[in-house]
Nanobody, 125 residues
C-alpha cells in the first residue's frame, strides 16, 4: 500500500516536499510515478523515477521546478516542488509499476498498478 503525504497550502513561489511511503513492499523494486489531478481535469503525468534511481522524467510544465528522488533506506520516494504556481494546485498521487518497457511508457497512468490515496496541494496567488 502506498501513502502519499506532504501536501498543504502554500503561497505562489513556495515549496513543498511530497513523500510516498510504502507498507508491505520494497519501493526499490518499482518504478515510481507522480501524477496530479486538478478539479474538473483529467489526471496528468508530473514526474517519474526509475527503480534504480538512475533516471528521472518530468512533464514540461514542471521541468526545472520539481525534482523526484528516492531514499532506499527509508523506503520512500519524494517529489520536491519548488517555485509553485497556482496552476500546480491539484491532488498529487504516487504510483508504482514493474513494467519492463518503462522508458517508453512512464507518462501513462495505465502502466501503474498501485496507487496512493493522494495528497492535496493548494497554491494561492
Amino acid at each position: 500500500q502506498l501513502q502519499a503525504s506532504g501536501g498543504g497550502l502554500v503561497q505562489a513561489g513556495g515549496s513543498l516536499r511530497l513523500s510516498c511511503a510504502a507498507s508491505g513492499r520494497t519501493l526499490s523494486n518499482y518504478h515510481m510515478g507522480w501524477f496530479r489531478q486538478a478539479p474538473g481535469k483529467e489526471r496528468e503525468f508530473v514526474a517519474a523515477i526509475r527503480r534504480s534511481g538512475g533516471a528521472t522524467y518530468y512533464a514540461d510544465s514542471v521541468k526545472g521546478r520539481f525534482t523526484s528522488s528516492r531514499d532506499y533506506a527509508r523506503n520512500t520516494v519524494y517529489l520536491q516542488t519548488n517555485s509553485l504556481k497556482p496552476e500546480d494546485t491539484a491532488v498529487y498521487y504516487c504510483a508504482a509499476t514493474q513494467i519492463a518497457s518503462y522508458s517508453g511508457s512512464y507518462y501513462s497512468p495505465n502502466v501503474y498498478h498501485s496507487w496512493g490515496q493522494g495528497t492535496l496541494v493548494t497554491v494561492s496567488s
